[in-house]
């Protein structure tokens, strides 16, 4: 982790915020001087300074050890030089305190010792051990105090949706049947269970928020799999008052979730501050789609990472092209960053993305036109 941050340096793009500022500005749809810029899953296998630590440790070890997590979790930021660090963590952390054992396997993903299947098993889980959990709220402790205002502090958790996917089903699903059995056939187990999660959930947040997270962001990964009248009867609710208990700490919520073009805009009445996309939509019918209140995250293609260059530099373009300079955009790929990505291609795309924003500011300002990308 020895390379030198540069971000509260005045660069040639003309930046002058911190790179914290400018994540929350942006969050809040207030102007910045630059776009920021971040990736899901940015500490992951693809970054040789993570596969070492896995050497040695599982990546429940590294969850559950904070000192290890805030390392990765600082490695990775300082690497690729973005505006925010993600704690490194997983989405399934908050099932083992409700009485859910799961392992992961190798090349495999999770899985689910005794999925649950009935209401018997939903009255049974437990909501009370939330505290075991503070581990994740050390690792954040230790970052923020590395950090400071260098970096926007991103805690997460997963919507009760994506989790009650993992919960019913076992591990990763194609056609989520059993999960929609369930919500379709016993709604009031539904309930019982979306309720519970909901408040492990939002208990999970406020320790992350009270050791330092400037952000939550709630991951609803798997929600495209539901129609929207599915998604509005009986997920829209209840996500509501997540996200809702969560912005009562004091914090922008970014609500993201895969394949979801056509449930953006029930995702935004949600509440949330900021909609993640994912790439299958460009940027301004995103936008769109979630009206003028809201920021939008996203939306390069994680895999137009292996493109060439010329081929990668354009795609960047385009999303902040797209995103035109309003404030409320956040730069970020569409979905995690893979196994196998060069690390060389992400940290050009950060370079390139501090490039263009100088670039098409200094275009508005030649066209006459209120300078999109103000600084303050
Ligand atoms: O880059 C980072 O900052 C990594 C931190 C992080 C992990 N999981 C660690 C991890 C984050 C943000 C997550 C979130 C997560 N976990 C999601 C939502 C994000 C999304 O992609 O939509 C989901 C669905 C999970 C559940 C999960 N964990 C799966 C499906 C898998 C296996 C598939 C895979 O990508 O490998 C995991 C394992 C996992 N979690 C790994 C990491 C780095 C890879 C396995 C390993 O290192 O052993």
Partial sequence: MAIQNT???????????????????????QPVDCTPVWFLRQAGRYMPEYQAVRRVHSLMEICKSPA??????????????????????????????????????????????????SAADINALRTDRTADLGYVAEAIARVTAHFGDRMGMIGFCGAPFTLASYMIEGGGSRNYTATKYL?????????????????????????????????????????????????????????????????????PVIYFGVDTASLLPSMRETGADVIGLDWRIPLDAGRLAVGEHCAVQGNLDPIALFA????????????????????????NVGHGIVPGTPVEKVQRVVGWVREICAQLKAESTDLGREPALRQI
Wanted: net charge negative; aromatic share 8%; glycine share 6%.
């Fill in 308 to 331: 060439p260059e010329s081929l990668l530099r354009a795609r960047v373009e385009e999303v902040l092209r797209q995103a035109d300079g309003r404030p409320g955009h956040i730069f």
């Fill in 68 to 117: 290890l997590a805030a390392e990765v979790t600082i490695t990775a930021a300082e690497k690729l030089d973005v505006d925010a660090a993600i704690i490194f963590a997983d989405l399934l952390l908050p099932l083992e305190p409700m009485g859910l054992d799961f392992v992961f396997q190798a090349g495999e993903g999770p899985q689910v010792y005794r999925p649950i299947r």
């Fill in 183 to 251: 919500m379709y056939n016993d709604p009031a187990a539904w309930e019982a269970l979306m309720q519970k999660l909901a408040t492990v959930l939002a208990d999970y947040a406020a320790q992350q928020v009270e050791a330092g997270a400037d952000v939550i962001q709630i991951f609803d990964s798997w929600a495209g799999a539901l129609s929207v009248t599915d998604y509005r009867e009986f997920v829209l609710p209840i996500t509501q008052s997540l996200v809702r208990r969560v912005q009562d700490q004091g914090v």
């Fill in 7 to 29: 971000q509260t340096e005045t660069l040639s793009t003309g930046m002058t915020m911190t790179g914290g500022a400018r994540f929350l500005r942006a969050c809040l749809r």
